[in-house]
């Protein structure tokens, strides 16, 4: 039997357009790669009380049916804290309207140089949305403790005096307060705002 060549190119285009719909079918059932660490919480970590950058004490339980983003950092922070803050910053507007949703918390591990009004002006600068939240010692402890969230001061030479050490990880919390993924540092706003659309699908 010999094979025209309308024939040939009509069954090039069916293989074609079979091996299109099975990998798109592949990559459509393929279960989804976060870029950071999922939680299978059950149980909301607990709830604290802070101070935000207006001067409000605010309970982590106000904000119950908002997805919560927290970061543990400080704003004498050179490299760290900036940069993952950029990114939550760029990560907003790539939310669309699911941004209304979301809120940004920067809790400061530096309570003895961060206050309410500096906490402001840091926080802002990465989006006008963004609240800053400051405490006590014992009350940021409070804050950091059920997260998992490590910081220490560490002296230096300099103007500054000391750094803070601390986890660079950013949590995020389901609208009932349960942890459901902590991001890494370095995942990017692009990175985020997938994780985040997934997520609150």
């Not at 908002?66 to 900036?82: A, E, S």
Request: glycine share 8%; charged share 20%; hydrophobic share 40%.
């Amino acid at each position: 039997m010999k094979i025209t060549k309308k024939t040939l190119v009509t069954i090039v285009i069916i293989a074609i357009v079979l091996f299109a719909g099975a990998y798109f079918l592949g990559v459509k059932l393929r279960p989804y790669s976060y870029h950071g660490r999922t939680i299978q919480s059950t149980d909301p970590p607990g709830d604290f009380t802070l101070i935000t950058h207006d001067g409000q004490r605010m309970h982590l339980s106000d904000y119950e049916g908002k997805w919560v983003i927290l970061y543990y950092g400080y704003t004498f922070c050179p490299d760290v804290c900036p940069t993952t803050m950029m990114q939550l910053g760029r990560m907003m507007p790539l939310l669309g309207k699911k941004a209304k949703n979301v809120q940004v918390f920067m809790i400061s591990v530096d309570p003895e140089r961060d206050t309410p009004e500096r906490m402001k002006e840091y926080v802002t600068y990465f989006h006008p949305d963004f609240i800053g939240l400051v405490g006590t010692p014992e009350e940021v402890a409070d804050a950091a403790t059920p997260f998992g969230i490590y910081y220490k001061k560490k002296e230096v030479e300099g103007a500054s005096g000391y750094l803070m050490d601390h986890t660079a990880s950013v949590t995020i919390l389901d609208p009932q307060g349960r942890v459901r993924l902590i991001w890494p540092y370095g995942v990017t706003a692009e990175e985020m705002a997938e994780d985040m659309k997934h997520l609150m699908r």
